[in-house]
């Protein structure tokens, strides 16, 4: 980061910072030749040269407005491609797009837009560029380069946008009460942007978010959603989640987490405050893991605390059942929020409830109590490991040391005793048609018992895990059961 800072200030010190360079593409040249035959002017606007001052890396989409119709440019730019690539029109919204390989370019017309209060569909007229810079989000992304002949590469700042990325600040072109209420998803939007690249946000905008959180209501949970998960994938995703308890909207969009706020006291005795662990968790595991659902699963994995939580004079503060209780709060939340209910959100429901396992046995790493978790947690036992270190947020360094010692220990013992018995992917020695042939029987409550008790035996470690071993004690367990075997 000081690496890019430094450069960046050279490079606006120097104040000859070549945008052409932002138009190395083809497309760019295309595009300004399909302008000129329609007589329009065209301007590549919004991320695409924001990450490129910021020196993000290769970009996905490229945003274009025309002063005229968008589509009608997209058409035009198509014609004059070498090969056939389709254009695809979104006739409400006048806008349109072309795949080049792994890039979107996408067209619009430059626009006025006021919205009504109750909606977020905007009434649309056409308008200059400077009209549809005014109706951007932030100063930062209202930056154009233009693809207007003798302007070619030019950059067109009326809010100082520039400037706004040197002093890493997150301000609206027009005032914030008018930008947030006009779109409420831009309110997600800072606080993504600033989650993203390490940017404040102007103390105006905050307060004006403070003011219309409640209108985040008006927007969908998908869009909500995809603002979370980039907020997740950031860097430290603390940031975005303290910003939006902050302003008021976690309370709409996650008042799980709003819910293990705070510390209670009784006879002097103190619980933690889950919702700051909660984002120290998040940070840590962000250090070690790109997987968006391991991070929700951090994200979650405290939620089933604040229903649970208990105070005896006996125990003191308790949280019995929380992992349970927390993995059914994922599907309703999941639910809710309209996210997938599939794999992804049973992995997280798995997470939640296993969250505890690994520490229960690190007091006292026995080699069935291993093989359990084994069984249980399968393929994800890596992802529930990286959680339950994460989960280490105490300030205590002897603590801090011994705990992740302890789960090295765990994590040595889970490579040993796999190795040895293979539980991860656990298919039963003997299958239940084996165990149906040898007694003659039908399908019957008797083979489930047997089956079980097989499984159960090789998991505490009475038997091994192999067919010999299985099929003997098939037949004492056949024996207790009264069964006998045929031929
Ligand atoms: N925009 C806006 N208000 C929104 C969404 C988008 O003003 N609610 C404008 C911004 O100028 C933004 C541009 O539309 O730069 C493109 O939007 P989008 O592709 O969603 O975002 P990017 O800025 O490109 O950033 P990212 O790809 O990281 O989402």
Not at 93 to 119: D, P
Not at 218 to 232: A, P, Q, S
Not at 309 to 332: I, L
Not at 425 to 447: D, R, W
């Amino acid at each position: 980061m000081l690496k890019f800072v430094s450069l960046f200030h050279y490079l606006i010190l120097m104040q000859n910072l070549n945008y052409k360079k932002a138009l190395s593409h083809s497309i760019f040249t295309t595009i300004r030749k399909a302008s000129e035959l329609l007589n329009l002017e065209s301007y590549v606007i919004g991320g695409f040269v924001r990450d490129f001052l910021l020196q993000r890396g290769e970009a996905k989409d490229i945003d274009i407005v025309a002063v005229g119709s968008g589509i009608e440019l997209a058409q035009k730019v198509s014609e004059l491609l070498p090969y056939n690539t389709k254009v695809q029109v979104f006739k409400t919204y006048g806008t349109a797009m072309l795949k080049l390989n792994n890039i979107e370019v996408e067209f619009v017309g430059a626009r006025k837009e006021s919205y009504n209060k109750y909606s977020r569909n905007p009434v649309i007229e056409n308008g200059s560029l400077q009209d549809d810079q005014n109706r951007r989000d932030f100063t930062i992304n209202a930056l154009a380069l233009s693809l207007n002949k003798k302007t070619y590469g030019d950059l067109l700042d009326p809010f100082n946008g520039l400037k706004d990325l040197e002093n890493k600040c997150i301000k609206t072109p027009l005032d914030p009460g008018v930008t947030y209420s006009d779109d409420p998803l831009r309110m997600m939007r800072a606080i993504r942007f600033a989650t993203q690249l390490n940017f404040k946000i102007e103390k105006k905008s905050l307060n004006a978010i403070k003011t219309h959180s409640n209108r985040i209501k008006i927007i969908t949970n998908e869009r909500i959603v995809d603002e979370l998960n980039k907020i997740l994938l950031s860097p430290v995703p603390s940031v975005g989640f303290l910003l939006l308890e902050r302003v008021g909207l976690l309370s709409y969009i996650l008042p799980e987490l709003i819910d293990l706020k705070g510390i209670d006291e009784v006879d002097g005795q103190r619980h933690k405050d889950n919702f700051y662990h909660t984002l120290e968790v998040v940070d840590n595991i962000s250090q070690n893991t790109n997987n968006l659902w391991l991070r929700w699963a951090a994200l979650l994995h405290d939620i089933g605390k604040a229903p649970t939580k208990k105070f005896s004079k006996r125990n003191g503060w308790t949280f019995h059942g929380h992992e349970f209780v927390g993995s059914k709060m994922v599907y309703k939340l999941f639910k809710r929020l309209h996210m997938p209910l599939n794999e992804k959100m049973k992995f997280v429901q798995k997470m939640v409830l296993m969250s505890s396992r690994p520490i229960v046995i690190a007091s006292k790493v026995t080699d069935s109590a291993v093989r359990r978790l084994l069984f249980d947690a399968g393929e994800y036992l890596d992802d529930l490991m990286t959680l339950c270190e994460a989960d280490i947020t105490t300030k205590n360094p002897k603590r801090f040391k011994k705990y992740h010692n302890n789960f090295k220990v765990v994590r040595q013992k889970v490579v040993d005793v796999e190795e040895r018995d293979q539980v991860k992917n656990f298919q039963p020695p003997v299958s239940g048609a084996e165990i149906m042939k040898t007694y003659n029987l039908k399908p019957c409550k008797e083979v489930g018992i047997i089956k079980d008790a097989i499984k159960e035996a090789i998991l505490d470690g009475e038997i091994e895990n192999n067919y010999k071993e299985a099929i003997n004690f098939m037949l004492t367990k056949g024996e207790e059961l009264g069964l006998i075997p045929i031929g």
